[in-house]
């Protein structure tokens, strides 16, 4: 398989778990306008948030693999490591 086709599968996979984090939101919308019972709704909630977290913890291992691994030769290891460090702060706030 070249790598061309394994980015595109990647996009792909990215792409369908962002229309599940889509559905899983408009059913929270669905919940709150029908009135359901708030430990609903909270459950609704927290599956979008590990589906958004699940999500930024896959493009963020793609992009280290990607973008930071492959300049490595480019950059000290130190640095590689505070550019991750920095990456990891941000995103985790």
Do not use: F, W
Request: aromatic share 2%; charged share 30%; with cysteine.
């Amino acid at each position: 398989m070249c790598a061309v086709d394994r980015v595109d599968r990647e996009k792909q996979k990215l792409v369908a778990r962002i229309r599940r984090i889509r559905g899983q939101v408009d059913a929270i919308e669905r919940s709150l306008t029908n009135g359901d019972d708030c430990a609903d709704v909270l459950m609704l909630l927290a599956n979008v948030r590990g589906g958004i977290n699940s999500l930024m913890g896959e493009v963020m291992e793609d992009h280290i693999r990607l973008h930071m691994l492959t300049e490595k030769s480019a950059h000290p290891p130190t640095e590689l490591a505070e550019d991750l460090i920095d990456l990891i702060r941000a995103y985790l706030k």
